[in-house]
């Protein structure tokens, strides 16, 4: 497999998340690179940086908080649109370790801006149907399920080899007590 396959695969399952709420996948990305848990590109070292942690935690919170005030939500989400392509596109392209700068921002940009894009122009629509018919005030219920979305794609996005690789073992373990089991002596 190629070293940058994995990269892209890590970065358009953020994107997804960064579909729903922008800045929680850039968050769990930054905590996941500051911890070693995933390896950044060369030139992304500055996404793992304190001053990056201070500002992503600070926007994600007025992020989340902004998506509670009804009508503010529907005006938010005019501007997530280019900007979950944007988070998309960076969260794919600081994985993907590529040295020529033109396939890298381009795979990124084509994946993961792809797909955050079409995220979120699925949630702006589904809050847009619910700000018509409660007046506003259904989008807080949408707005959680997106914040648990987010939260939930991006960790998983980041704890998928861990959990693949416990699985895998307790899948092993399994299959070999099967296969040792004493089964009883029938009488004959």
């Not at 992304?44 to 509670?68: H, N, P, Q, R």
């Not at 795979?107 to 007046?135: P, Y």
């Amino acid at each position: 497999m190629e070293s940058w396959i994995p990269g892209l695969l890590l970065g358009v399952a953020l994107s997804a998340g960064s579909g729903f709420r922008i800045f929680i996948p850039l968050l769990i990305s930054n905590l996941a690179a500051k911890t070693g848990w995933v390896d950044l590109a060369d030139n992304f070292a500055w996404m793992a940086s304190d001053s990056a942690t201070v500002l992503l935690v600070a926007a994600t919170i007025a992020e989340i908080g902004a998506y509670y005030i009804p009508f503010i939500d529907n005006l938010l989400d005019t501007l997530a649109m280019p900007a979950s392509v944007l988070a998309g596109t960076l969260l794919t392209s600081q994985f993907l370790a590529i040295h020529d700068p033109v396939i890298q921002w381009g795979l990124a940009l084509v994946a993961g801006g792809g797909v955050a894009g079409t995220v979120q122009a699925g949630t702006s629509l589904l809050r847009l149907g619910s700000s018509k018919f409660t007046a506003g005030t259904g989008n807080s219920i949408f707005s959680t399920f997106e914040n648990v979305l987010s939260s939930l794609v991006s960790l998983l996005a980041v704890w998928l080899p861990v959990i693949m690789g416990i699985l895998t073992l307790l899948f092993a373990f399994w299959i070999l007590k099967k296969l040792f089991r004493r089964r009883p002596k029938q009488p004959a």
